[in-house]
């Protein structure tokens, strides 16, 4: 249904927007006039000028299909008690962005805008910034309480960036309501560090005349700062937690623990605390069945945990703020029955399992080489290749030689890692770091720690660094081909002398053992400057290549490797394996895991039909519409999430580049 113009109006917008017309957005060479004729096209005819920046025509697209009329005059308003709610149930959030937000009213004074905070929703929870401004934004509910969704009020940067999950800035007549087009505005989605969920959006948003092209970035450092203060509460959670539950590990000593944290994630655990979890949840998978408690209020977790496990008793652990995590402990006696049953199923399973295939029996009865017994669970090595790697590694680990791991995503890097900080012998911690997301300006403070006091808003106690917790154990890079050149010449400073000082504090030595990997060709790197060839020679006093999934000969190992540990009663017959081992397997190791946990969901009586395994190998290739529009749009989450870092993307969705460039609409840079 097309929307009839007014006239009168357009003649209005037309001589408000004559003084900023020469203003180009995102390069799209079309200025604010130009812009407003194609506006006035879509409304009366829904035709939408190819010049438009992509953004702003899909947006525009998305708001005629939410119905939101053009004469809209302001965004709806919800009432103060779930404006309330709403601050309470993002208050993490909130005491994330303060800092940003208070400095924000000194420096966007000058620039007559306001920074804006909101929930997943377009809500918004809180601003602040130049008060001229902000009784202006009134007009149309930019404040306390409007809902800016594309939903709500049409085109504008906070719905944008919610629906596109990247960063946009809309300015002036890009936006869809007539009396929303007097604003620019440029907003960032915020998500939660530890899974990537959408959190809320940070927007910078002032009249259409102040338009500054560089607010997009001013949006998206503060949204980094946010993420970064989320992360290291986050740490600064999980040490408390441990630290509690070290304590009093005293009066435990006979029961098994599980630590939790807020979100549900296990911090700690018992061999025989996950067997119990396991048995009254059918198994640990991929994620925690804990993990549910994420979005479960803090004062119902007492009622929800006993449903988990009746037979524990649970410490919940607080902070000033709110609840933080939780111990739950499976006393002595109250295990003994979990424990007998367990031990009598197991005993069945395994009289079953004798007599049910005698080649998985020999199988499963072949003697394994010495040298990888202490293997970690989560790596195979029946390859000769790939038994070599393991053995060079193992004896550079002994020998504390820096090793550098390389090999295409998805090969098992940071398993093969974890395994060296094993055989290492070493009693210290294994601390992975990853490269490529570690932000420049807090390259110092990450990893070497700060004093109490150091700068506004330190942690009173300070923090000990990645490098610090790492003492006595095994410092992991990973993505090391995808480090600043900043960060760089931070690493070379240390591998001089071992030598860390913390942001206001005092020298201290650290014994370290440094392991680092790539998926990047890091000779390409040094022959564009992105790499310095002095630190690659001190990292790869052993160098080894993961060989890809395609080009590895136990293939059926990997397969019931897996397969056990996603679920241990779940059969694949050796058919099934020969027309797996046939796919080529892009991701490798880590896309054959998801591809056997759908597997399993689809197994009958613990065993995968032929019918139903091929119908799912051919589901994990095909791109059906719906399917590719949601890939596409993860993808384009942790994209936003990564602040445009392709290389960081694709490592943790576990995808190739190419993959990225594809979704991105981009081609490769040569």
């Known amino acids: 249904m097309r929307q009839a113009l007014p006239r009168i109006q357009v003649n209005d917008r037309r001589a408000r927007h004559e003084r900023s017309s020469t203003f180009h957005v995102g390069g799209a060479g079309m200025d604010q006039r ?100 902000i009784d202006a934004g009134r007009a149309v509910h930019l404040e306390h309480g409007g809902r800016w969704s594309e939903a709500d009020i049409g085109t504008n940067a906070i719905g944008a960036a919610i629906a596109e999950s990247k960063p946009v800035q809309i300015h002036g007549t890009e936006h869809f309501c007539s009396e929303v087009q007097r604003w620019t505005c440029a907003a960032v989605p915020v998500h939660d560090p530890t899974d990537g969920e959408l959190l809320g959006v940070v927007d910078i948003s002032g009249p259409a005349s102040t338009f500054n092209p560089q607010s997009l970035a001013l949006a998206v450092a503060v949204g980094h700062h946010v993420e970064s203060v989320l992360a290291q509460s986050v740490r600064q959670e999980h040490e408390e937690l441990l630290c509690r539950f070290l304590g009093r590990r005293s009066q435990w000593a006979n029961d098994e623990c599980i630590v939790l944290d807020r979100r549900g994630m296990i911090l700690h655990a018992t061999e025989r605390a996950l067997n119990a979890l396991q048995h009254d949840r059918h198994g640990i998978h991929n994620d925690a069945p804990t993990r549910f408690l994420k979005t479960v209020p803090f004062d119902e977790w007492p009622s929800r945990l006993k449903e988990l496990l009746p037979n524990a008793s649970f410490n919940f652990v607080e902070n000033e703020r709110s609840g933080i995590g939780a111990i739950v402990v499976l006393h002595a006696r109250r295990r003994q029955l979990i424990t007998h049953r367990d031990v009598q199923k197991s005993r069945s399973e395994s009289d079953g399992r004798e007599t049910a295939s005698s080649s998985s029996a020999r199988k499963d009865s072949k003697p394994e080489p010495r040298s990888l017994q202490s293997m970690a669970a989560g790596f195979v ?25 390389r090999g295409e995503t998805g090969t098992g890097k940071e398993q093969l890692a974890r395994h060296a900080h094993m055989a290492s012998g070493r009693t210290g911690a294994f601390v992975p770091v990853n490269c490529a997301a570690l932000p420049e300006s807090l390259i110092e403070s990450e990893l070497f720690g700060y004093a109490a006091g150091a700068f506004t808003g330190a942690r009173r106690g300070g923090a000990i660094g990645l490098v610090k917790e790492a003492d006595g154990g095994t410092l992991f890079l990973d993505e090391i081909g995808d480090m600043p050149v900043a960060l760089q010449a931070v690493l070379l400073r240390l591998l001089d002398d071992w030598t860390v000082r913390p942001v206001g504090g005092v020298r201290s030595k650290v014994d370290v053992f440094l392991i680092s990997a790539t998926n990047a060709r890091l000779d390409k790197a040094i022959a564009e400057a992105r790499f310095r060839s002095d630190l690659l020679y001190r990292l790869n006093t052993l160098e080894v290549n993961l060989p890809p999934l395609r080009d590895r000969n136990d293939f059926d190992a990997i397969v019931r ?91 943790r969705l576990g995808v190739s580049r190419n993959t990225i460039y594809r979704a991105l609409g981009q081609k490769k840079p040569e």
């Open 34 to 133: 130009e812009v407003l004729a194609a506006w006035e096209k879509f409304v009366e005819r829904g035709a939408l000028s190819s010049d438009l920046r992509s953004s702003v025509a899909a947006s525009w697209q998305r708001s005629r299909n939410h119905h939101v009329t053009v004469d809209r005059a302001r965004a709806p308003l919800v009432a103060d008690a779930e404006l309330f709610r709403h601050r309470s149930k993002y208050a993490s959030l909130r005491h994330a962005a303060r800092c940003a937000l208070e400095n924000s009213k000194t420096f966007l004074r000058d620039a007559n805008s306001i920074m804006i905070l909101t929930d997943p929703s377009g809500l918004i929870i809180d601003t602040q910034g130049d008060d001229r401004v």
């Open 381 to 405: 090595a029946d390859d000769p290749a790939v038994r070599a790697i393991v053995r060079q590694v193992e004896t550079a680990a002994a020998r504390k030689m820096p090793i550098l791991i």
């Open 561 to 651: 490797h897996l397969l056990n540990a996603i679920d241990p009663n779940c059969e694949i017959t050796r058919t099934d394996i020969a027309h797996l081992a046939a796919r080529p397997w892009p991701g490798n190791v880590r896309e054959l895991r998801n591809v056997l946990a759908r597997f399993t969901l689809a197994a009958a009586d613990g065993s995968i039909n032929e019918a139903s395994a091929e119908s799912i190998v051919q589901h994990s290739g095909a791109e059906s519409g719906s399917l590719h529009d949601i890939h596409r749009a993860r993808i384009l989450v942790v994209y936003a999430e990564t602040a445009g870092n392709v290389s960081e993307t694709a490592r």
